[in-house]
């Protein structure tokens, strides 16, 4: 009877894993403020080409960050916005408060629904990055109206580095 039980148990968990586990991981009710320790997750454990999408609860609206590359404590993540429904009418404002805090943004031609595209590349040593991409996120969002107190959805996609957080602890001599 015991051996049974086992099994069911242990076919349960495999199921659980396979189905569960192979659903990417939703942070909910995350604020504005709270955002930072994400920024510092995707180029601590992604691949290039991993990206966060920060979905704002309160109606439309998100934000994005990829992470384009990665080198020995350097990296460069993009950011991106689309001219779409929700960000139209302050996609000029958007652009312009980029450059007053000192960013290069880039607007491209956009496709289908979307009429431009905004991209910002932050490249450098990984904490300089991290910041960078998380003041650029509060500014965007501030752009676009939305408050301090605004929450968001996030969640991460792409390959998984493993072992890359433990080989950072080590290059830092930890």
């Known amino acids: 009877m015991f051996i049974w039980i086992a099994v069911v148990v ?4 495999l199921a659980w894993f396979f189905i569960a586990g192979g659903r990417p991981v939703i942070y909910r009710s995350v ?11 995707l180029p601590a454990q992604m691949a290039p080409g991993g990206f966060l999408i920060a979905e704002r609860e309160a109606g439309p609206g998100f934000l994005q960050l990829a992470l384009r590359d990665y080198g020995h404590m350097q990296c460069t ?10 960000s139209a009418q302050r996609f ?13 943004p880039a607007v491209e031609q956009g496709r289908g629904a979307v009429s431009r ?11 300089h990055v991290v910041v960078r991409a998380h003041d650029l996120l509060a500014l965007v969002a501030r752009e676009l109206g939305w408050d301090a107190g605004s929450t968001f959805r996030v969640r991460f996609s792409g390959s998984i ?14």
Not at 32 to 41: C, E, M, T
Not at 77 to 86: Q, Y
Not at 165 to 173: C, P
């Open 10 to 13: 242990v076919f349960g968990a």
């Open 31 to 41: 604020p504005l403020s709270d955002l930072r320790p994400f920024v510092a997750s």
């Open 77 to 86: 993540l993009e950011f991106g916005l689309p001219e779409v429904d929700w």
């Open 92 to 104: 000029a404002n958007v652009l312009e408060s980029l450059r007053a805090g000192k960013f290069e």
């Open 117 to 127: 595209f905004l991209r910002v590349v932050i490249a450098g040593p990984e904490a």
């Open 161 to 174: 580095v493993p072992g890359r957080s433990l080989g950072r602890l080590r290059a830092r001599g930890a």
